[in-house]
């Protein structure tokens, strides 16, 4: 995983806490890999890590993050960003129905999509209609029909069948557009879902034919519905369904599949238009609103590490974390104040426990982690209290007769000043070992 290679290609890197340009170079390097792993098209890709770059290369130095989790910090936020930021909802109509166009290829997933659509607004209490304007294929009309009576919502049709006592103007599919709408004014339905045709590629006719639908009923959405699947495809597609209707949101359909959901990036990048749901397999609740975050986690398949990033970034202390980078940097010794500091820190950081659990490799130290506890910072922290300044950075000298002071000056038994020491030795080591790179900051405070 991308994961994985960002820790490779910066295991010298850890703790330099500077951003140069060959940092950003490698890991934008892995960034572009994995972007294209997940199918985004190869224009949107070298726009978007030539983007990143720069923001990289501009970026402040941070406290809290190591040089790569600063770079997939800021990749992540462009993503999101790309993908619509928040999620964005359904524009409701002010007065009368709330009209939606469903547009796309054949087979994207309209007219599942319009029964999932359907059913999770009246379940919000709306009560939609849907409108079969897919007069191309033959069995186009039944399939909407059918999808309508699982989700318990009438459908409009240019058909026996059909909802409505009004004519229907069979054959076209702009009048039944236009009729579906009149039938949801007059039934007052607050929502109407118009599914239209779609073809295997883009064709002239077809996109003159939803253009005509859109002028037709002036929808307050027009959906774009693509399949996650599409790959390469996707830009190409998604400017041509924008030129011909310029839609207002895009839905991702067959998100259960393999798909890292490379074609949400490609589409949302070129069109600059949100993606607002996301389909996920072929039942009617298969449908969830899409969240630009989740969807760049996926595409950038990197797990818990985004969470990880975020959580580190709310507890680090910054100035403390930048003192131990300048100590690391320096070769200092780490010294018993420093252990101290960093038992703190721990404490400041809440879900510590928890968040260290999620990382990559966390097994290696979950004894450690089980063993955690927060008193036991209570402790530390009298026992160094009880130190000597010279005893603090030269804990080398505490001998018995010091050993036996610290106690009785800390309340505890000298057993545990010994532990306390073994610990610190401990620590130190681990800590060199990190300086010369690997690891997080932070953790060596961790008693065992
Ligand atoms: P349309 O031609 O755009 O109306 O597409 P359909 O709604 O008819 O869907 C085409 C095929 O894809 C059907 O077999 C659907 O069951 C299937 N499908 C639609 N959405 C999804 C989805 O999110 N996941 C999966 N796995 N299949 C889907
Ligand atoms: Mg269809």
């Known amino acids: 995983s991308l994961s994985d290679r960002l820790t490779a290609t910066f295991k010298n890197l850890r703790g330099k806490g ?79 129905p709330t009209i939606i166009m469903l547009a796309g290829l054949q087979g994207a997933g309209k007219t599942t999509l319009a029964g999932k659509l359907s059913k999770w607004l009246k379940a919000q209490g709306h009560s939609p209609i ?5 007069l191309q294929r033959p069995n186009a009309v039944t399939q909407l029909q059918v999808v309508g009576k699982r989700a318990g919502v009438p459908v409009f049709a240019p058909h026996p069948g059909a909802t409505s006592e009004l004519e229907h103007p069979a054959g076209d599919p702009v009048a039944v557009a236009r009729a579906g709408v009149e039938e949801a004014r007059q039934k007052l339905h607050d929502v109407v879902i118009v599914d239209t045709a779609g073809r295997l590629g883009v064709d002239a006719e077809m996109m003159e034919q939803a253009s005509q639908i859109r002028r037709a009923i002036v929808p307050n959405e027009v959906l774009f519905v693509i399949d996650a699947m599409i790959g390469q495809d996707a ?10 209707v310029n839609f207002t949101g895009i839905v991702l359909s067959k998100l259960d599949g393999d798909a890292r959901g490379g074609a949400a ?8 238009k949100p993606v607002m749901f996301a389909s996920t397999g072929e039942g009617l609740d298969d449908f969830e609103l899409f969240h630009p975050d989740r969807m760049a986690s996926r595409i950038l398949d990197m797990g818990d590490v985004l969470t990880l990033i975020e959580q580190a970034e709310k507890n680090w202390d910054k100035d403390e974390a930048a003192r131990m980078a300048k100590k690391f940097a320096d070769q200092e010794d ?8 960093q038992m703190q820190q721990i404490r400041n950081m809440g879900s510590m426990k928890k968040m260290l659990m999620m990382m990559p490799g966390a097994q ?19 026992i160094v209290r009880s130190m000597t300044p ?47 790179g690997g690891g997080m900051p932070g953790m060596p405070g961790m008693p065992g």
Do not use: Y
């Open 364 to 382: 290696n130290i979950r004894q450690q982690l089980e063993n955690f506890d927060e008193r036991e910072i209570d402790r530390v922290e009298a």
């Open 390 to 436: 010279h005893e603090r950075v030269a804990p080398k000298i505490i001998n018995g007769s010091r050993r036996a002071r610290i106690a009785r000056g800390s309340g505890v038994h000298v057993s545990e000043v010994n532990g306390l020491l073994e610990r610190f030795a401990q620590a130190q080591k681990m800590m060199k070992k990190m300086a010369q």
């Open 130 to 134: 849907l409108v079969a304007c897919d």
């Open 334 to 341: 780490f010294t018993l104040d420093d252990f101290l500091a």
């Open 18 to 96: 500077r951003l140069t340009e060959a940092d950003v170079d490698a890991t934008v390097r892995e960034i572009r890999r994995a972007l294209l792993d997940a199918d985004v098209a190869v224009p949107v890709v070298r726009e978007f890590t030539a983007r990143v770059r720069e923001r990289s290369l501009g970026a402040e130095v941070s406290g809290a993050l190591n040089p790569s989790q600063q770079i997939v910090k800021i990749v992540n936020e462009e993503l999101v960003e790309i993908l619509g930021g928040e999620t964005r909802r359904i524009r409701l109509a002010k007065t009368g």
């Open 235 to 244: 830009v190409n597609t998604a400017m041509a369904f924008d030129e011909g």
């Open 265 to 272: 990036l490609s589409v949302a990048s070129v069109t600059g």
